[in-house]
């Protein structure tokens, strides 16, 4: 796999951070927060690396709360402390709280007619694209940093886990000493 120049981290403005925000939670439908962060905080930007950036996919996925804003407040914690991550929260949340007001107004309206079932089913077609989205930032991030055997046992056995129905809770409190004590094994082997 060639490997990619990465730019040095910058550390933007706030108002930076407020606009990269914004148009993240104005163009994300039906999920796929993820990967539109990674694409504009690491990729495009270089505000934070590869390794930084899963570390708060992972914080975000344990954390309580939507994924999305949790990354927000990561991210925006990480450039800018506190007031980062209210910068970050609030450019991703002001045009979506916005769109769900007006859409969910539509929708109600629109339901009551007889034509109305085009607008639920566009709404279904949006939601098939964020899990498009979601799946291919994960198995980008996957080809990129899950180098180790038990990295990919990890991987594996949480995606199996929760794919046959086991509560969020038991696989992690599974998976999160297991994946600690691998991880421990193998940089002690190396």
Do not use: C
């Amino acid at each position: 796999m060639p490997t990619r120049k990465t730019r040095p981290p910058t550390n933007p403005r706030l108002r930076d951070i407020f606009a990269v925000f914004l148009r993240m939670g104005a163009m994300s439908f039906g999920g796929g927060m993820t990967s539109w962060t990674r694409r504009e905080v690491v990729e495009r930007r270089g505000w934070i690396d590869d390794r930084r950036f899963i570390t708060g996919v992972g914080l975000s996925q344990i954390s309580p709360g939507a994924n999305g804003v949790n990354i927000a407040v990561y991210v925006g914690t990480v450039l800018h402390g506190g007031l980062g991550a209210l910068v970050a929260v609030l450019g991703m949340l002001a045009a979506p709280v916005t769109v769900v007001l007006l859409a969910g107004g539509l929708y109600f309206g629109m339901n009551a007619l007889p034509q109305g079932a085009w607008f639920a089913a566009a709404l279904a077609g949006i939601g098939a694209g964020a899990i498009g989205l979601n799946l291919a930032n994960g198995l980008r991030l996957f080809r990129r940093n899950i180098r180790r055997l038990g990295a990919i046992a990890v991987v594996v056995a949480t995606a199996a886990s929760l794919g046959l129905g086991v509560p969020l809770g038991w696989v992690l409190v599974v998976m999160i000493p297991a994946s600690l004590l691998i991880a421990w094994a193998e940089r002690s082997q190396a």
